[in-house]
Every structure is written in C-alpha cells, then in structure tokens.
C-alpha cells in the first residue's frame, strides 16, 4: 500500500496502475494455479499477489473519489467498500469449499478470474469518468 500511495500521487491515470498490479497478480495466480512451482517459489509469488493487490488499492481510492458526484463521495465510498467487505467477508467460505472439494488449484484460477473483473471495472470507471471530464 505504502508504494502504491506513491505511485498513486505521481499519476492522474488510476485505472492504468490498477491494470498493471492486478495483471501481475492474476498473472501469479494463474501459475500457482497450474501447481508447477515449488513451495518456495508459491510462498514469493502469493506475496507479489498480495503486493500487487496492496499497490493498487490507493489508486482505487483515488479513483472512486473522482468518478463519486459531488456532495456524494460519502455514499459512494460507503457502497464500494460494503461490497469489497461482503466480498472478503464470502469469499473464505466458498474458497474454503472448494479445497474442501479437492479441488485447490481452483481457488487460485478464481483470484485471477476476480482480478481480471477488477480490471475491467478500473478501466469502465476510468475511461468513463476521463470522459465525464473532458
């Protein structure tokens, strides 16, 4: 979080660094998902996805402050983070019954899969609100 609240001050265009820390992440997951690495090497790469995910979460705060319509950021935050809460909140439970199920490789492909819908979000919301601007 810390050098993603750098990288965040020093650019307008959010949705660009999203891209990139939740492409390497799901790019990670995705090969811890083919289970071809060592032990070693999935520990470093679970926390590049973890760095990753903590380097784009300024710029998603930064995002969703300039897409939020004035006199309602509030509102807006409060609807974002409700979801990403109920999301953390679920997501232990269903990834939990699919190890359950032996099917672990399967969590991994579902953080890439959710990494890529965070994505797209970050590019409809950026493009959406650059052009709101213009």
Known sequence: MLWGGFLAARTSHHDRTITLAFSF????????????????????????????????????????????????????????????????????LIFGAIMDAHHPSWVFICVGFFQVLAILTAVNVGSRTRALAV
């Open 25 to 92: 992440a799901g790019i990670f997951s995705l090969i811890l998902a083919s289970g071809g690495v060592n032990a070693s090497i999935a520990i470093l790469l679970m926390g590049a996805i973890g760095f990753g995910s903590g380097v784009a979460g300024p710029s998603r705060d930064l995002m969703i402050r300039a897409a939020a319509p004035k006199n309602a950021t509030g509102r807006v935050y409060g609807i974002v983070y409700s979801g990403l809460d109920s999301g953390l909140a679920v997501a232990p």
